[in-house]
């Protein structure tokens, strides 16, 4: 899960022009794409946007025209400056059925899908799928489908297509409670799993973690619109599991809940606490960067990850669980046995520990493999780092108003 940038960062790289760029590898429109997917845009920025002095941020705030109210939306149709107006027309044609049928790509663009997941649907474009019995799932999803469709699709020989619909919010409790009774399990579980009324922003974060591992699910971020921490508080408090994992997303939850999550009987409950919530305890953190592999670069830089009391992990079968064991500077006794690990992030990690005796660090130095985790251990003297140093031919830093020396000043 990455960090949300600071609100001026965001300003100027959200603003930037392409010719603002032209020595990066990187064009200004490709980091704001990468940008919008990342999770380093939190929702109070995104909210923010909508009145935002500079227009092109306003401008950006039509992308998320679905999730906008009627008046927001009508605030940004009258915007004074014309290119922000301008956008939120184009924008606003996500919610013109006739507009989304024109702009319909070929059945076999996947960019069909997705305007069939969250555009607004006319009745020819709703009656075409299901005569191809193309896209369902996508149109089962969809916020818009016409309610006699959904019925229609309800009744899909398809599970996931049934499964889809038995999760909207928009459903006749008569047809629930059909789809309660449906011969397929996750269907029933789906329908079942949150009785009437619910949300759409509930149902995207039951989407989230439905049928899920913590190691798919990972870190969440505040990428998305959220349904509220109360709910996720219910959920925390559930006999069902796949709710708590719900719960476990949530990087709000009070400290109670917490609590109760991280004692949960379900490890994917505990895993996705340790991925998402500040308040995590640090075991559950540790269990879960041995459980859940996919995720270890981001547990790496947790500070709730133990670094140290990792003894019993020297012998794991999984070498980066080794590896972080090795670096451990509280253990009984030097890891002297893992410089010979068959893993060479172990050795590395190995010859990086305080623990090793100092000749022996100055002897790793001149070992290929192990050099460069000897000569990030901290017990080496001062004399000895700056002779690495000097060895590297590093340039030489230049004292303050004047011109660089021939060596490096310290």
């Known amino acids: 899960m990455a960090e949300p940038l600071p609100d001026e960062v965001l300003e100027t790289l959200l603003t930037a022009h392409n010719d603002d760029w032209s020595e990066q590898r990187l064009t200004a429109d490709e980091i704001k794409e990468e940008l919008a997917s990342s999770g380093q845009i939190p929702q109070s920025f995104r909210r923010g946007m909508l009145q935002h002095p500079n227009p092109e941020l306003r401008a950006r705030a039509t992308s998320l025209w679905l999730w906008l109210t009627p008046e927001q939306r009508e605030t940004l149709l009258a915007d004074p400056d014309p290119a922000v107006s301008e956008t939120a027309r184009e924008q606003s044609r996500v919610l013109d059925p006739a507009a989304m049928e024109a702009d319909l790509p070929e059945p076999d663009c996947h960019h069909r899908a997705l305007l069939l997941v969250n555009y607004a649907v006319s009745r020819a474009v709703a009656e075409r799928c299901l005569a191809q019995g193309r896209n369902l799932w996508a149109l089962a999803s969809n916020h818009h489908t016409p309610a006699d469709v959904v019925a229609r699709l309800a009744h899909d020989p398809d599970p996931e297509v049934r499964e889809r619909v038995a999760a909207r919010t ?96 379900d490890p994917d409950v505990r895993h996705l606490l340790a991925l998402n919530h500040p308040l995590a305890p640090p075991a559950i953190v540790l269990d879960a960067f041995t459980a859940v592999p996919r995720h270890r670069p981001y547990l790496l830089t947790l500070p709730r990850l133990p670094r140290t009391g990792l003894g019993h992990l020297l012998d794991h079968a999984d070498a980066e669980v080794r590896a972080l064991a090795a670096a451990d500077r509280t253990l009984a006794e030097p890891p002297l046995r893992l410089l010979s690990d068959p893993d060479p992030g172990v050795r590395r990690a190995a010859a990086a520990n305080p623990l090793l005796p100092l000749g022996l660090i100055s002897s790793l130095l001149h070992d290929p493999e192990l050099a460069e985790g000897a000569a990030a251990n901290p017990s080496l003297p001062v004399a000895r780092l700056h002779e690495l140093l000097d060895r590297g031919g590093l340039p030489a830093a230049a004292p303050h108003g004047g011109a660089a020396p021939d060596r490096v000043r310290r």
């Open 170 to 265: 928009d459903l006749d409790p008569a047809l629930l409670a059909v789809l309660s009774e449906d011969p397929d399990e996750t269907v029933r579980t789906r329908a079942r799993l949150q009785p009437l009324p619910r949300t759409w922003p509930q149902r995207a974060a039951l989407d989230r973690a439905f049928g899920h591992t913590a190691e798919c699910v990972g870190p969440v971020g505040g990428m998305f619109l959220e349904p509220g921490t109360n709910w996720y508080e219910a959920c925390a408090a559930s006999q069902e599991p796949r709710l708590r994992r719900v719960a476990a997303t949530c990087a709000w939850l009070p400290g109670e809940s917490v609590r109760r999550l991280a004692a949960d009987p």
